[in-house]
């Protein structure tokens, strides 16, 4: 029976909204902010009692070893390791030195893999029209007014379209390199295609379609591409910076006589001569 009185359907009790004149006071509290506010002023409270509790049974005779190590500073209560931490000299010379170590051979090995994955990505790319100097395409075209389709007189320069002068896509027009003609976008027939080729206007406008989405999708992933590249590349020059850095900071603190021959600029850490030393 109880597996069928659960099967009926039972009304739905909603709550009701904020009433309309009420709105300026902002959201209305449902049950289940009621219930989180509930239970976090219920858990203060308990942690409240438990800190009076143990203030009122405290003994005055209880002593701790550990009393001796720890004091009362600006109302908190302190350790001495806490307080030497906080100091820094919690560290022996020799431990900051392995540390430093650790550092210096994790930046290398984070060199060594943006190194990799930038040549894995310069073999997959031709870097052609990634030069300082862009390459200029200049037209001349006639300062005389001309008539449209429609018997509209149109200004050239004003109205030149890129796209329809190189009979080409409009995402095409930037390149300066591999711009095929419509034609031969649309004459293209893909692999997948090549048992169904295009008969009727309707099937050349579908292949048109997918043609400007392939190459939509090809502008996109190599401007991807060339972006993951320069951001490899400006990333393992300031893993060089810090990995010059924490180098002289190692052979600085090294034992030895050195004197600083030239101080830090642009960027690069001091640089240090030792004295010659005769190796046994």
Do not use: W
């Amino acid at each position: 029976m109880s597996s069928l009185r659960n099967a009926v359907k039972r009304i739905t009790h909603k709550e009701r909204h904020q009433p309309k004149a009420r709105s300026h006071l902002g959201l209305l509290e449902k049950h289940v902010d009621y219930k989180k506010r509930a239970v976090d002023k219920h858990r203060k409270d308990d942690a409240i009692q438990a800190m009076q509790r143990r203030a009122a049974m405290r003994n005055p005779d209880e002593f701790y070893t550990g009393m001796h190590r720890s004091k009362v500073q600006d109302g908190i209560h302190r350790s001495e390791n806490a307080t030497r931490i906080e100091a820094g000299s919690a560290l022996d010379p020799e431990v900051i030195a392995v540390m430093k170590g650790q550092d210096l051979a994790h930046v290398r090995n984070a060199i060594a893999r943006d190194a990799a994955a930038t040549e894995k990505l310069q073999a997959g790319l031709h870097m052609i029209g990634t030069g300082g100097n862009k390459r200029r395409h200049t037209i001349f075209v006639g300062p005389e007014a001309c008539e449209d389709a429609e018997g509209n007189r149109i200004n050239p320069v004003e109205n030149f379209d890129a796209a329809a002068h190189f009979d080409t896509v409009p995402e095409l027009t930037d390149r300066a390199f591999n711009r095929p003609r419509v034609s031969a976008l649309e004459n293209a027939v893909p692999r997948n295609d090549l048992k169904k080729k295009p008969e009727t206007d309707a099937d050349f406008k579908k292949l048109n379609r997918k043609r400007r989405k392939d190459a939509q999708r090809i502008v996109k992933a190599k401007e991807q591409s060339y972006a993951e590249l320069a951001a490899r590349k400006e990333r393992i020059q300031k893993l060089r910076v810090a990995e010059a850095h924490l180098l002289a900071e190692k052979l600085a603190s090294a034992k030895g006589r050195k004197r600083k021959v030239k101080g830090a600029e642009d960027g690069m850490p001091a640089v240090y001569k030792f004295r010659m030393k005769r190796a046994k």
